[in-house]
């Protein structure tokens, strides 16, 4: 399977000159993200300085990553393009829309059934255009991108947050919405406000139970879900180096719960072994030309607070693992304050299901690691208290984990191997479980834990924490239960000690794999026919939304204002709903549906101001939109973290919502709220939040001079008759501004292909 030698060499061969050119410009030594930066910045652009932060700047990406989930919104967008073939190498992966249930074989049989309308599109419209088309079963996206087309060096957008992953390997990796990627892959520039930058230097040499996850699961605590906003996360160090490549993926991973922009590492030994050990040697041979670009200047590491915006040191040596959550993946636990965390939060303390794998954590590596604590299950005598599943990332590492006997020995602790595939990691898990309405408590080695995520149940405590430590507490079955310090009682009756993780960081034998699941388009696809069923309720070719009527927007009525955490699993919610990502009008049925609603504190029910009465939130949306009537959200703070499905902001938009204002956005979702045409602002002052009443009628003024950095004007009309009104700012652009005009980023590039 191709993966670009003659790219990646063209974008070696004007490393030197285009680093040399942003020394000229920067005057000062570069950090690595710096480098990368600018050496993919769209011609005409590299003279320029760039202010972090500040300045908008068009890049040009080397690849485009598309996960199933959301290439079927950006693949419909991409066909109205009228394009004959990508711009740039582009893949599609096919992971999110296999439920577990049973196990991995029976479950892919169920997909390859259920999905089947959506498989066929996605592989079609592949085959027509020149993407390489990753069946079901294949992997999960990041983990196949990891080994095969990540390199050192590279620049590449992917449709899903967790696209940073690849940063382990060295490339700046950056998830954005299908409208971004229909761009790229249309051969036009991609924007980013040039980010800041986090430096993160790591000393020491991790040891016994703490693993990479528990840097990441640290630096969360630190920064929280809104610290990385704006920022790539660089980091550099002693301790770096001695983590494997993998385990820098997982770093990189769960950046995106930070709100980074991405994440990354430099090219080292640990990264050459890996390329070499996945068969691309040839890349590690082109990056070991050009080394001294792929890594940061001596000068910057030696005194990082000069060239950095933030820098925190960890030093690995003494790094505590950790336990994160339930709700938000930033509340971190050192593991040895969890347990009365636990008591003294009245969290249920017993451990129903212990789950592995996803993409954040499913190397070799990491499963060596956990069935070394599975195996001392087995051979000490203890019988798992909780229940137990495996989704190992791809089928490369499936392949070889079997062959090496892991499943076998997660199996004999009592473990399921699910499909290679997100699964329950996005609620795509038909749990067992009796009473949704019981508190209880799961853990996972997943990077995120909002509510209701993993099994559509509120109730659900879920903690997220490394792979050898999900499953010695799943062996336990406890949550309060310490494997550094406590015994287990064993089916003899005897307290027994876990000894420490032990595992490998690459296949002594090598990877091996027989089918990798990857299928490669047709050379000239001019004459494939994409398969869509004009009927189905799965699949709906998009009509254009409406351009800007020219005037300011008058008489929006409230539709909801959402309290406290409003992330896009709360906005368009995953799980049940994935099957309708290909169909705007069926999808937009979940919009808000888990947000709270400031005025009840209910979800899922907000005043109809027509009626007065109250009822679900996309219905309400429908009826104002039936009587012809526009609405705007009201959100509190980080509104849309988390995923990159560009849902989030199309369901509003197709519902007839015209602004969402909010305390503050997360990245990624306030890109696709431009990109739709849509109107995302904040509050110049936090407090004007609490002006918004519930029966409000409300006006956006300032528009037909809507221009960058300039305030437009938010008119609250109250139903006592009172009238008030204050300054939301915008941080659109002017092209920002051009896609608001015409209703949208796509009306634009439809209009130039028209011209
Ligand atoms: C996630 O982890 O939330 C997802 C599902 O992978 C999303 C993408 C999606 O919503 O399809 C993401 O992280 O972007
Ligand atoms: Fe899939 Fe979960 Fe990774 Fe998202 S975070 S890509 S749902 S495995």
Redesign the pocket.
Known sequence: MAFDLDMIKKVYDNYGIRIKAARNVVNKPLTLTEKILYAHLWEGNASQAQERGVTYVDFAPDRVAM?DATAQMALLQFMQAGRPTVAVPSTVHC??LIQAKVGADEDLVTANTQNKEVYDFLASVSNKYGIGFWKPGAG???QVVLENYAFPGGMMIGT?S?TPNAGGLGMIAIGVGGADACDVMAGLAWELKFPKLIGVKLSGKLSGWASAKDVILKVAGILTVKGGTGHIVEYFGEGAKSLSATGKGTICNMGAEIGATTSIFGYDEKIAIYLKGTGREEIANLADAVKEHLTGDEEVYANPQAYFDQVIEIDLSTLEPHVNGPFTPDMAWPLSQFATAVRENGWPQTLEVGLIG???NSSYEDISRAASIAKQAVDKHLVAKAEFTITPGSELVRYTVERDGYLNTFESMGGVVLANA?GP??GQWARHSTDPTRKNSIITS???NFKSRNDGNPNTHAFVASPEVVTALTIAGDLGFNPMTDTLTNSNGEQVKLDEPQGLEMPVKGFAVEDAGYQAPAEDGSAVNVLVDLKSARLQLLEPFKAWEGSDIKGLKLLIKAKGKCTTDHISMAGPWLKFRGHLDNISNNMLIGATNFFNEKTDNVKNQLNGEYGAVPATARAYKAAGIGSIVVGDENYGEGSSREHAAMEPRHLGVRAILVKSFARIHETNLKKQGMLGLTFSDANDYDRILENDTIDITGLNDFSPGKPLTIVLHHADGNTESFHVNHTYNQQQIEWFKAGGALNIIRMGQKA
């Open positions: 996960q992971d999110h999960i996206i990041h899903d967790h996803s993409c954040t997100c990691c996005i997943f990077n995120r």
